[in-house]
């Protein structure tokens, strides 16, 4: 069966400094695969997707995503992380053209 | 364009109650699915549905209902709540083209007690 797993629960990053999230994933064909964002009391937001194709993909709001195949990741990068970036982050991958299976989150908060 | 939208923001009920979430999408959406997630679990799927008429059991559907009489809504309904439901649970929808991108309601946070 298909599953992500995003191993950091809680990440904490000074303003300004780079982030990488990591996600990896267990699916036995070509995955489609998301980086959504969660804002406390908010419901969830696409920050990008990647079907198929350049495996480095761009996103709202300055993020980015590289896919690796070999490592089965898609782990989502900034260069300098914003205050605002402050939220939970999920990783997920569609199941079919149906379904999306997603990973437990990664809490980012950022220190001044 | 609301996008997706949920009533009631909050609800409090006591063990055995009923009560129906709705979700409500005005983009003509086929897909519509219901999530419930708890602290550290993520999201997990109750039901979703393709189209008007057509619903389906998603990772955890026990203790819930669903129906889809229109395309626009998607009403969560749980019977006899159990402290167990208690949850933050959202509605989603999602076009049939090729984007895959869910479209998530603001929520709902149910207290069960």
């Known amino acids: 069966a298909q599953s992500v797993t995003q191993p950091d629960i809680h990440i904490t990053v000074s303003e300004g400094a780079s982030l990488e999230l990591r996600c990896n994933y267990s699916y036995g064909a070509t995955p489609y695969l998301f980086w959504y964002v969660q804002s406390p009391g908010q419901g969830l937001q696409l920050l990008l997707k990647?079907?198929?194709?350049?495996?480095l993909v761009q996103g709202i709001k300055g993020f980015e995503a590289e896919f690796k195949r070999s490592q089965s990741s898609f782990n989502l990068r900034k260069p300098s992380v914003h205050w605002s970036d402050a939220a939970e982050y999920f990783c997920?991958?569609?199941?079919?053209?149906?379904?999306?299976?997603f990973g437990t989150g990664t809490r980012l908060t950022i220190i001044p | 364009n609301a996008g997706v939208t949920q009533t009631p923001k909050f609800r409090i009920l006591k063990i055995g109650q009923s009560m129906t979430l709705q979700c409500t999408q005005d983009?003509?959406?086929?897909?519509m699915y219901w999530y419930r997630q708890d602290p550290g679990m993520g999201l997990k799927l109750i039901y979703y549905?393709?189209?008007?008429?057509?619903?389906d059991k998603g990772e955890v559907p026990n203790g819930y209902n669903v129906s889809r009489s229109t395309t626009e809504d998607f009403p969560l309904r749980l019977e006899l709540a159990a402290p167990s439901q208690t949850s933050v649970y959202f509605c989603?929808?999602?076009?049939?083209?090729?984007?895959?991108?869910?479209?998530f309601g603001p929520g709902t946070r149910l207290t069960v007690t």
């Open positions: 549905s393709v189209g008007a008429g057509i619903t």
């Open positions: 990647y079907f198929s194709g350049d495996t």
């Open positions: 989603a929808s999602r076009g049939g083209d090729s984007s895959y991108e869910q479209y």
């Open positions: 997920a991958v569609g199941i079919g053209n149906e379904k999306l299976t």
């Open positions: 983009m003509n959406h086929n897909y």
